[in-house]
């Protein structure tokens, strides 16, 4: 019989094809070629963490744990939401998943009902559009300018609440994936006046925020009445070096961190119990160890940002969080032609379209990767350059 019916979804068929998977396979299957791609720190986590869970598979903690995450792990994320983000949350209001990305996933299950608007950053983190489009919601781009420096404004996210009654959730990304933007608390304190204005929950998005370079981490959920129309997203995937464990948490108003732990068993049911267990020995460790790797990560923006703004063709901002760099690039090539020229010379990136519509003309650098393979990348960046110009 021949085959006449399609199994795959529209849903699926609609859904973008990830370019950077494409890319960092090729740099993956050439080990002469440097990566400046990953979206994933380049170190371990620390082996109290890895010593922990050896011990808990050994002592037999491979079950399923309850859906909204073990008590003793939400008693801590309790305490750490406190201390280090100012947020006041009861364990009811806490819910643990495999990684922020599932946090999220469940936060717009549990808000947006089908043709509801999502407001979400343009360029920003590429997952937001998918998301929301496999749940039949409408993604609309906050377009965010390199003149502005990448922060939002009051003004665009209200030229971007084209329904207001349909509008239901922003997301905000910072430190930001890709653009390495911190937003400072006026800007955060403009978006919250937004949000009062057109009664619309946020979706604080903080997976770097051990990652500032200048500047302070402010969460969105500490600013006065903001608690009550925000859900915040942690991960232990990026400050600790755990994104196999696939641990991450959000936190917000008990109504929306209910329904996310409703749906939770029909998605994964829990976080990995061993990971749960993990995540508390990194929330032991103290702020030192996170400082080292954070100064680390500094030697490298700096060095990376020095070079790549003293070649002709690349005009960048200086990142001020995160673990990227974000440059605009001059070269008459499309962001895509850009990566794949550099690719054929050695070094691996990712096209700003990959972030939205608004990243064209731009290219993501990572310096999550070791100082003299940058320094080798820097390089190659130079002398690929170079044969435009002859
Ligand atoms: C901005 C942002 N949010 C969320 C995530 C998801 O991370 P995880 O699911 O590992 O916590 C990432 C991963 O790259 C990210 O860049």
């Known amino acids: 019989m021949p085959k006449v019916k399609s199994y795959i979804s529209e849903r699926e068929s609609e859904l973008p094809g990830a370019t950077i998977v494409k890319l960092l396979k090729i740099a993956e299957e050439n080990p002469e070629i440097i990566s ?35 008590s003793e792990l939400l008693e801590a994320l309790c305490r750490k939401l406190e201390k280090k983000n100012g947020i006041n949350v009861s364990p009811e209001q806490i819910i643990v998943t495999c990684g922020s990305q599932e946090a999220i996933f469940l936060g717009l299950m549990a808000t947006i009902d089908p043709g509801e608007h999502v407001l979400i950053p343009d360029p920003g ?77 946020v979706f604080s998005d903080e997976a770097y925020e051990d990652f500032v370079y200048r500047g302070r981490h402010v969460s969105f959920a500490s600013l006065n009445g903001m608690e009550e129309r925000t859900v915040t997203f942690h991960t ?14 959000a936190s917000g108003p008990e109504e929306i961190i209910k329904a996310m732990v409703k749906i939770h068993p029909y998605t994964t049911l829990c976080s990995p119990t061993v990971s749960q267990v993990a995540a508390l020995a990194a929330l032991e460790l103290g702020d030192d ?13 700096k060095y990376l940002y020095r070079e790549i703004s003293s070649i002709d063709g690349f005009e960048c901002h200086e990142p001020e969080g995160a673990f990227y760099l974000f440059p605009k690039i001059d070269f008459g090539m499309k962001s895509l032609e850009f990566c794949e020229f550099l690719l054929k010379r050695g070094v691996a990136c990712v096209p700003g379209t990959e972030f939205g519509h608004h990243g064209e003309g731009f290219v993501r650098f990572s310096y999550a990767t070791r100082m003299e393979l940058i320094e080798k990348a ?3 960046i130079e002398k690929a350059v170079a044969e435009l110009s002859r």
Do not use: W
């Open 36 to 70: 400046l791609g990953p979206g994933e720190p380049d170190f371990e986590p620390h082996p109290s963490i890895i010593e922990k869970a050896k011990e808990m598979l050994d002592r037999g903690y491979t079950h399923y744990s309850p859906s909204q995450g073990r």
């Open 125 to 201: 983190f590429l997952a937001y559009r998918p998301c929301v489009e496999l749940l039949n919601g409408s993604p609309v781009p906050v377009k965010l300018e390199f003149e502005n420096g990448f922060r939002f404004t009051a003004e665009g996210v209200r030229r971007s609440i084209v329904n207001p009654r349909r509008t239901i959730v922003l997301i905000i990304n910072t430190p930001s994936n890709p653009t390495g933007t911190v937003f400072d608390r006026k800007t955060l304190e403009e978006i919250a006046d937004v949000v009062v204005e057109h009664d619309i929950l």
């Open 236 to 249: 232990f995937s990026k400050a600790y070096g755990m994104p196999g464990f696939r641990i991450g948490y």
């Open 289 to 301: 160890e996170v400082r080292k790797i954070v100064e680390r990560y500094d030697r490298r923006r």
């Open 378 to 380: 820097v390089e190659r």
